[in-house]
């Protein structure tokens, strides 16, 4: 519905009291030494400034991975901490959107951890975006242009969905590769081989482009790197800028086609999301594993009888207007 430089477009107040749900990936060094010493920072600093703030922040050796959830003081109040944490973060910049549906944040709790990396590949911070923050290592397309190279069909352009088999599922772009059975992007890297061998993905060197989305933006900028050892050139390496949270967001904006069809998975309380980056009201997901269900599709009385997720047969909980549903 609106991205952070769109809020003021809104009525102050409303703003004031609507949750703002946010997101965002900084790649640069951080040692050790520091990201101790950050994680403590931000830890005094929800609690004294901005309490009933949600979220998640990832401290990592090759930068930051956050998200928000909570009304716009308490969101833009730890986004301004974050900047002015370390000369190194000045330059993050967020992605906000106001949720016009819901008024509690969609997130459970507020979390600092400490981690290896911004997402899980196994790559070392040295070889890594955070190598060279100074510049995009491939090239990023915006929305118009991922468009424009949807509706030229060109043969020689295949779109690679480098997300999970649950999010895929749930929605993608129009002749999208995906590989079918990728559970989670650590693993992306073996899938991406396999897809190779199996010819689902162009052989290197012949002048294909490759042009990557995800939900945020922030795993292409590793599975680019990934696409580079296997010997694709930069120059045929392209990544939708800001993945599908920001083509939603441009598309609105600009007033340009939406060529994604289906639902986006995010994680969070929301499940999916539609174009208009709200909450879509038919999903529903389990709580342990967080597998979604579309709850439009598949479904049957349960009769009183325990209902089980069919990805780690745990016991569903289902929201209450979901509970006497069975997902088959």
Do not use: W
């Not at 468009?147 to 772009?173: A, C, H, P, S, W």
């Not at 709580?287 to 579309?294: G, L, S, T, V």
């Amino acid at each position: 519905m609106a991205v952070a430089a769109d809020i003021a477009i809104f009525n102050s107040s409303f703003v004031s009291s609507s949750i703002i749900n946010s997101s965002s990936y900084h790649f640069c060094i951080l040692t050790s030494t520091i990201l101790l010493e950050l994680r403590q920072e931000l830890i005094a600093a929800h609690k004294s400034n901005y309490p009933n703030l949600k979220g998640t922040i990832l401290l990592t050796p090759e930068g930051v991975n956050v998200r928000l959830s909570g009304t716009s003081v308490e969101v833009h109040s730890c986004q301004k901490q974050l900047r002015e944490l370390h000369p190194n973060l000045s330059r993050i910049s967020f992605r906000d959107v106001i949720d016009i549906i819901n008024n509690s944040p969609c997130l459970p709790r507020f979390l600092v951890k400490i981690k290896t990396e911004v997402v899980s590949m196994g790559l070392d911070a040295s070889v890594g975006p955070a190598s060279h923050p100074d510049k995009d290592h491939f090239t990023h397309i915006s929305a118009k242009q991922l468009n424009d190279l949807i509706d030229g069909g060109n043969e020689d352009v295949v779109m690679l969905d480098t997300r999970n088999d649950y999010e895929f599922l749930q929605g993608t772009f129009p002749q999208s590769v995906v590989l079918p059975k990728l559970q989670s992007f650590r693993d992306f890297p073996s899938h991406l081989t396999e897809a190779m061998k199996n010819r689902t993905l162009p052989p290197p060197r012949t002048g294909c482009k490759i042009v990557q989305f995800c939900t945020g933006g922030v795993r292409c900028e590793k599975s680019s790197i990934a696409l580079e050892k296997e010997g694709y050139s930069r120059d045929d390496i392209l990544q939708l800028d800001g993945g599908v949270l920001k083509y939603f967001q441009d598309v609105e904006k600009q007033g340009l086609e939406n060529k994604f069809q289906g639902d986006l998975f995010v994680y969070d309380d929301r499940v999916c999301i539609g174009s208009d980056c709200q909450r879509s009201e038919k999903y529903t997901c389990c709580e342990k594993c967080r597998f979604p269900y579309n709850t439009a599709n598949n479904i049957v009385e349960a009769n009183g009888t325990e209902v089980l997720c069919t990805k780690c047969s745990t016991p569903l909980k289902l929201s209450s207007r979901n509970r006497n549903l069975v997902f088959t």
